[in-house]
């Protein structure tokens, strides 16, 4: 079955510090891959997407991931976060011919 | 241009009512998805619906339903409520139906939060 895990439900980290947060899918096909930022009580805002290409996309916020077809892995990293990036974010994918499948989110909190 | 609106915002209902959320879609886009977002079961698809026909549905039961009129805005409606269905719903539009070409990017509204007492 296709699936989206985020593998950290909460990442904590101090502010200026680098993050990273996991995300990996089920299958090695053709797959669209989506990081989407939800801030408390607001909808999904789009940072980045992989459609093909170049493996390391950038998004908005400071934000890139990296796609990595071996691994099934897009992890989102940020080399500064700031107490502004704190939201929940969410690895999605979609399957050629499919809907978007999400992951069950990472709470990201910047601690000043 | 507007983004994607979704009214009401919050809503309160008893167990047993039924309730309609409204989503007008980003001018232009022809597709509107609906989304079931839960702190247990994270984003679900519900159903989308694009020239006014539905194309797509997520694995709900009958008790969801939706509509979408000439003008692309859509609806949702939820009949015979139950504590369960408490949850935020998120639309989402897109010029294309949202499962064709790659590069067919959704934009999200803010979503209704629906209480069921």
């Known amino acids: 079955a296709q699936s989206v895990t985020q593998l ?75 107490i502004s990036d704190t939201a929940e974010y969410f690895c999605a994918v979609r399957y050629q011919g499919g809907k978007l499948i999400f992951g069950q989110g990472t709470e990201l909190s910047v601690k000043p | 241009k507007a983004g994607v609106t979704q009214t009401p915002r919050y809503l309160i209902k008893t167990r047993g009512q039924q309730v309609t959320l409204s989503c007008s879609p980003i001018s232009g886009h022809r597709s509107v998805s609906w989304y079931q977002q839960t702190p247990g079961q994270g984003l679900q698809f519900l159903f989308e619906y694009f020239s006014e026909t539905q194309r797509n549905k997520g694995n709900f039961p009958g008790r969801f339903s939706g509509r979408q009129f000439s003008n692309s805005r859509s ?43």
């Not at chain 1, 789009?46 to 996309?57: A, E």
């Not at chain 1, 934000?63 to 940020?78: D, G, I, V």
């Open chain 1, 8 to 82: 950290d439900s909460q990442v904590p980290v101090f502010e200026e510090a680098p993050v990273e947060l996991r995300c990996n899918y089920s299958s090695s096909v053709s797959v669209y891959l989506f990081w989407y930022v939800q801030y408390p009580n607001q909808g999904l805002q789009l940072l980045l997407k992989y459609l093909s290409g170049s493996t390391l996309v950038k998004g908005i916020n400071g934000f890139e991931a990296e796609f990595n077809k071996s691994q099934t892995s897009f992890h989102l990293r940020k080399p500064s976060v700031h």
């Open chain 2, 75 to 117: 609806e949702m409606n939820v009949s015979t409520l139950e504590l369960g269905d408490s949850a935020l719903y998120l639309c989402a539009s897109s010029w294309r139906g949202a499962m064709e070409q790659k590069n067919n990017e959704q934009f999200f509204g803010p979503g209704t939060r629906l209480t069921v007492l």
